[in-house]
C-alpha cells in the first residue's frame, strides 16, 4: 500500500514537473524512473526469496534469509542511486 502511494506521487511529482523541463531531461528522467522501479522489482524478488527460506512464523529471520534481505536492500539503494545520478546529469545539461 505505501509503495503504490509513493510511486503515484513520484509518478504526479514528475509529471507537475515535466512542464519545466526538456523533452530530452524528460526522457532521461523516464528512463531513470525505469532504472528505479527495475531494482525494485529485483529487490522485491529478492526478498521474496528471502521470505521463502524461512518457513517459522517466529519473527526471527534465519541467517540465509537475513543476508538475502541484506542484499535486496544493497539492490534498492544501488538502483535508487543511479537513478538519482541520471536525473541529477539531466538536470544539469537543461538548467544549461
Not at 525494485?40 to 527460506?53: F, G, K, R, Y
Not at 529471520?61 to 537513478?83: F, I, L, N, P
Request: charged share 35%.
Amino acid at each position: 500500500m505505501k509503495k503504490s502511494i509513493l510511486v503515484a506521487f513520484a509518478a504526479t511529482s514528475l509529471f507537475a514537473l515535466g512542464a519545466c523541463d526538456s523533452a530530452t531531461e524528460n526522457a532521461t528522467e523516464e528512463k531513470a524512473e525505469a532504472v528505479e522501479d527495475t531494482a525494485d522489482a529485483q529487490a522485491d524478488a529478492m526478498e521474496n526469496q528471502a521470505d521463502a527460506m524461512d518457513t517459522k512464523v517466529d519473527g526471527v529471520d534465519s541467517a540465509a534469509e537475513q543476508s538475502m534481505e541484506d542484499k535486496a536492500q544493497v539492490v534498492r539503494e544501488q538502483g535508487e542511486m543511479k537513478s538519482d545520478a541520471m536525473e541529477d546529469k539531466a538536470d544539469a545539461v537543461d538548467a544549461k
